[in-house]
């Protein structure tokens, strides 16, 4: 649904997306994390055929960026940073003036639609100014939403909505996900992220890396298991002998080890270190949070070390 | 032509109800009104024909500054209103295309001014036959007609073509509204020049200036249309 290759934007001297490789299938729901002015806003904007790369080419929604362009805009919905409403019209009139400008069938219908969808139906009348951020935010997301794009660019969709809110939004993205959508998610909401998205990429100006979250998170730092111990046990991480353990730490009363394949060699491990004399009180995989490796990824620090 | 329209009834829809807006678009035409039948009132007491004509020519050029001013004020509060609002990424983010936005943003200021301007001067007729006991006749001669109805709207339009081409370009929009206030000087050429002569308004003189601002509107228009761009548009306008 979305392919760039070599996709570029210099603003001057300066490179705020060089050379980004993307392939995003209909359906997914990609996450677009990294830092502010990592140049994500700028990559949302090439991509929605706002402004254009200075190198590179993109393919969205099945057509070429730069040759297509309305046609390209006709098929996404953005939500940007800020909600970017009209303050002095009201919540309806705001949806109608921007259904009417997309070829939407019945816009007052579709209209009534997403105010009902987001609880905003009550307050159609109510200039946008006067609503809270939360709604306002609602708001803009209907928006995007409102000629049924086949590919949404949202942009932090959740900040400042308060957590009914949020979830709100997040069941919604899912809802649109099992309806074949294509989502292009930028958050700073590092637990939604690895929630929501089927792939993620980290990006900083050009793509870190790219993948499934948890699958990215394997790839940084393999499988750990942790082995909790009713006793300090001293020296058993030294006796432990056997071939498949890659790595073993010791953290107060707690063995971390380091496995390929936890699945098939914990029962081994536990055994052994019965055998060694330690006394085992329970055994836990060790999760990495999206944010550990985010962080990791961001100050290039190298993980597995 | 769908989207112009959409385009265009939201950017009166906001307009009005943009009190700053109102007040511009009210207030002072009737202000100009005011001053141009007190002006002629004036002129017709003092009973001196030099007296008279300069009062004349100075009430004209209120009504050929008010289509310069009119639009400046409402293209510059839907520009800056859209920054502010932070409203220009959604909108450009639309099918909407480069020229329909252009030319909404300029209809809607130029329909109104033109529409004011002419209202006000039939204000103007109204209350002078109030005031002096008679419609100023000088008002009703060719030159006046052909200022009021030829030449307003060609100085709407070259107003509205300066704004855009510098609120298109500029960075910042109070440095537009600042620079877009050149836009007022055609208006003023007529009084500099009837003044200078001590004459009643020229029917040539209209019919000069006239063809100098097809000329100076359509150059305005063609580098405005071709400056006002998506990209610019939204890296610029800050």
Redesign the interface.
Same mark, same amino acid.
Do not use: H
């Given at each position: 649904m979305i392919q760039t290759q070599g996709l570029t934007r210099r603003f001057g001297p300066r490179v705020a997306v060089d050379g980004l490789d993307l392939d995003v299938p209909r359906g997914e729901v990609f996450g677009f994390l990294g830092p502010n002015g990592a140049g994500k806003t700028t990559t949302i904007r090439m991509l929605a055929a706002l402004i254009a790369p200075t190198s590179g080419s993109a393919t969205v929604a099945g057509h070429r960026l730069g040759e297509a362009n309305r046609e390209i805009r006709r098929r996404v919905g953005v939500l940007t940073e800020t909600p970017g409403l009209y303050r002095r019209l009201s919540a309806r009139d705001n949806l109608l003036f921007f259904a009417r400008l997309y070829p939407v069938q019945e816009p007052e219908r579709q209209v009534e639609r997403y105010l009902r969808l987001f609880e905003l139906w009550d307050r159609r009348g109510e200039p946008a100014g006067s609503l809270s951020k939360g709604m306002r935010q609602k708001l803009a997301i209907a928006r995007a939403l409102l000629h049924e794009p086949e590919i949404l660019f949202l942009d932090e969709p959740t900040a400042g909505l308060d957590p009914e809110a949020a979830k709100t939004v997040r069941d919604l993205i899912e809802t649109l996900r099992s309806k074949d959508r294509t989502i292009f998610l930028c958050t700073h909401n590092l637990d939604e992220a690895d929630r929501l998205c089927d792939r993620i990429g980290l990006f900083r100006t050009r793509m870190l890396a790219v993948g499934a979250p948890a699958e990215l998170k394997e790839e940084m730092y393999g499988r750990r298991t942790v082995v909790h111990l009713a006793s300090p046990s001293p020296g058993i991480e030294q006796a432990l002998d056997l071939s498949f353990v890659k790595k073993v730490e010791r953290l107060d009363d707690r063995l971390i080890v380091s496995l390929a394949d936890p699945d098939r060699e914990n029962p081994a491990l536990i055994r052994r270190l019965v055998e060694l004399g330690a006394e085992v009180r329970f055994v836990n995989e060790l999760r990495v949070s999206l944010e550990d490796l985010y962080l990791d990824l961001m100050e290039g620090r190298d993980a597995k070390a | 032509m *769908? *989207?112009l329209k959409?385009?265009l009834f939201?950017e009166w829809? &906001?307009s009005l109800?943009?009190k700053m807006v109102v007040f511009g678009v009210v207030l002072l035409p009737l202000f100009l009104v005011g001053i141009s039948v007190y002006m002629i009132a004036l002129g017709e007491g003092i009973g001196d024909p030099t007296a008279s004509i300069v009062m004349f020519n100075t009430s004209l050029m209120y009504f050929l500054l008010l289509p310069t001013i009119i639009p400046l004020a409402i293209a510059v509060y839907s520009i800056v209103?859209e920054k502010e609002? #932070?409203?220009?990424? $959604? /909108? /450009?983010? #639309? $099918?909407?295309?480069d020229l329909e936005l252009f030319l909404g943003k300029a209809l809607a200021s130029v329909i109104p001014a033109i529409v004011v301007n002419w209202l006000s001067f039939g204000l103007f007729l109204a209350a002078t036959r109030i005031v002096v006991g008679a419609v100023p006749l000088q008002a009703l001669t060719a030159p006046w007609l052909a200022s009021i109805f030829g030449l307003s709207p060609l100085l709407a339009l070259f107003s509205v073509g300066v704004t855009m081409l510098v609120s298109s370009r500029a960075s910042d929009a109070r440095a537009a509204y600042q620079f877009s206030s050149f836009a007022v000087l055609p208006g003023l050429v007529p009084l500099i020049i009837y003044s200078s002569k001590q004459t009643l308004v020229d029917l040539r003189l209209v019919v000069v200036e006239g063809g100098v601002l097809v000329v100076l509107c359509a150059a305005i228009l063609y580098l405005a249309i071709r400056v006002f761009r *998506? &990209?610019q548009i939204? #890296?610029r306008w800050r």
């Open positions: - | *769908r *989207r959409v385009l939201k829809r &906001e109800r943009n209103g609002q #932070t409203t220009l990424e $959604p /909108l /450009l983010a #639309t $099918p909407i295309s *998506r &990209e939204l #890296t």
